[in-house]
C-alpha cells in the first residue's frame, strides 16, 4: 500500500518547496530510504510527520496544501502500523503456545505410545500391537519376517469384528532373537482379501519441537524411530 502527500497544488513546485513522498510498500526512492532507515511503521510514521511539516512551512500561501489528504494519508499509515502490531502479537503468541506446547508433551516421556508401523526390533521384552480392520474377517492373522523377508512367525487372530484386534509379540514364544523385523496383517472374508493396518506400541524416550512447521515430535523404543505427536492413536 503506497502512501503519498501531495506537496502543492501548482503546477510547477516553487523553488525551496519540498516534494512529499513517502510510502509504506517501499516503491518510491523517498520509501526507500525510509527503510533503510528503519522500515517499519513507527519510522515512516515520523518521517511522515516531519515532511508534512516542512511542506506546510514552505507551501504558498496563494495556494495552501489540503490537509484533508494528509489526514487520508496518515490514517493510511495508521492502517500499516496496526497491522505491525498485530503480527508482533501474533508471534508472541505462538512461541507461548510453542513453550505451553512443549510443557505439556514432556509429561508424555516415560508414556507408551501406540502409533502406525510395520517395521520394529525386538530385544527380550514383548511388544503389544494392534490392528485396525475397516470390515470383518473370517480369518485374520500376523506375520512376522526378519531382516531377509523370511516369515519367522504367524500370530493366527481368528474371526474378527471390524476396529481394534490387540496382538502380542511375545520373542520367547515365539522364539525369536533380538533384532529387526516387520509385520503384516492378512485378513479374509469369503473369497475377498482384507488389508488392515497395524500398529506397535513403544516407549516414549524424547519430545522436541520443530519450530519451523509447528509440529511436536516423539523419539520412540523399540526400533519406531522419530513421529510426530498427531500420529499418537493412544497413550498409556
Do not use: C
Not at 496544501?65 to 493510511?76: G, L, R, W
Not at 508424555?108 to 525386538?122: N, Q, T, W
Amino acid at each position: 500500500m503506497s502512501v503519498n502527500a501531495v506537496s502543492n497544488q501548482n503546477d510547477t513546485n516553487p523553488a525551496g518547496e519540498p516534494e512529499i513522498m513517502a510510502s509504506a510498500g517501499g516503491s518510491s526512492s523517498s520509501a526507500e530510504s525510509t527503510s533503510s532507515a528503519g522500515g517499519n511503521a513507527s519510522t515512516i510514521k515520523n518521517d511522515f510527520m516531519t515532511l508534512m511539516l516542512a511542506s506546510i512551512q514552505n507551501q504558498d500561501p496563494t495556494n495552501p496544501i489540503d490537509s484533508n489528504e494528509f489526514v487520508t494519508q496518515m490514517a493510511q499509515i495508521s492502517q500499516v502500523e496496526s497491522l505491525e502490531m498485530m503480527r508482533a502479537n501474533q508471534a508472541m503468541s505462538m512461541i507461548m503456545m510453542e513453550n505451553l506446547g512443549i510443557v505439556q508433551s514432556a509429561q508424555l516421556i516415560g508414556k507408551s505410545a501406540m502409533v502406525p508401523a510395520s517395521e520394529f526390533e525386538i530385544d527380550a521384552e514383548a511388544i503389544d500391537g494392534k490392528i485396525y480392520l475397516e470390515n470383518a474377517a473370517e480369518e485374520l492373522s500376523l506375520e512376522i519376517t526378519d531382516e531377509t523377508g523370511e516369515v519367522v512367525a504367524t500370530i493366527n487372530l481368528g474371526a474378527q469384528e471390524p476396529g481394534d484386534v490387540a496382538f502380542i509379540i511375545d520373542p520367547e514364544a515365539l522364539d525369536l532373537p533380538p533384532g529387526e523385523y516387520q509385520v503384516k496383517a492378512k485378513g479374509s472374508a469369503g473369497e475377498e482379501t482384507l488389508t488392515a493396518d497395524t500398529f506397535i506400541k513403544a516407549p516414549i524416550e524424547k519430545v522436541h519441537f520443530i519450530s519451523a512447521s509447528g509440529v511436536m515430535m516423539a523419539e520412540l523404543g523399540n526400533g519406531l524411530g522419530t513421529v510426530s505427536v498427531l500420529d499418537i492413536s493412544e497413550v498409556s
